[in-house]
């Protein structure tokens, strides 16, 4: 089975940086997604890691370390539009690669 | 910019009946995917299909549900015998291959069971 742990909420200002962590205890992994979702739509995807480091694409990065179960996105320069759910996905190693989500951290951004 | 589509948008059906969820994937992806969400909870995996078969099944989904792709476009979701812990934001997705799998979802069809 696969078990996957967020904080489920944060709050950050608008203009900083904000950190969401995730771990995961997983059967089988093919890569850790990052979607942000807002209120009633659907996940958007935003990043993708399969080997360890660093995946930077504008102002969100994301972070794996495979040997810890743990992965970070990191968001730069706040936006009032950036308030969202942010859900960490694992991909499995079964053959279609089905995502299990975590919970979700929900991010509000203040001005 | 190609995009998944889901109809309807909003579905209220009587507990017992039978609903048909629809989307229609990008039309290059091979692998499809239907999740739900109930509200305020995660987003969970249902089913996998490929190749006209389902490839994995998660354990909500049970007999009362079915999938298929009638056509070369659509891709259906079928709850036989609604019940009221069916009620939730139904999302279809898609993604062009496996190993790489950036699923493209769509905007979700919110089911209500009453």
């Known amino acids: 089975g696969q078990n996957i742990d967020q904080p489920t909420e944060m709050t950050a200002t608008e203009g900083a940086i904000v950190q969401i962590n995730c771990t995961y205890q997983t059967s089988g992994f093919n890569g850790l997604f990052w979607y942000q979702q807002h209120a009633g739509e659907a996940p958007t995807f935003l990043s993708y890691n399969v080997l360890d480091g660093l995946e930077e694409k504008g102002r969100f990065s994301s972070f794996l370390s495979r040997s810890k179960g743990y992965s970070y996105l990191l968001l730069k320069e706040l936006q009032m539009k950036d308030s969202a759910s942010y859900l960490c996905a694992v991909s499995s190693s079964g053959s279609a690669r089905q995502l299990t989500f975590g919970s979700g951290t929900q991010l509000t951004v203040l001005p | 910019e190609p995009e998944v589509t889901q109809t309807p948008s909003h579905q209220v059906t009587q507990m017992g009946q039978e609903v048909i969820l629809r989307c229609v994937p990008i039309s290059n992806h091979l692998y499809f995917y239907w999740y739900r969400q109930i509200l305020g909870q995660k987003v969970e995996f249902l089913v996998s299909?490929?190749?006209?078969?389902?490839?994995?099944k998660s354990e909500i989904f049970d007999d009362q549900f079915s999938v298929e792709r009638p056509d070369g476009s659509n891709f259906t979701l079928k709850i036989r015998s609604t019940k009221l812990e069916d009620s939730a934001m139904y999302f279809c997705?898609?993604?062009?291959?496996?190993?790489?799998?950036?699923?493209?979802f769509g905007p979700g069809t919110r089911l209500t069971v009453l």
């Open positions: 299909f490929y190749n006209n078969e389902i490839s994995e």
């Open positions: 997705a898609s993604s062009r291959q496996s190993s790489y799998n950036e699923q493209f």
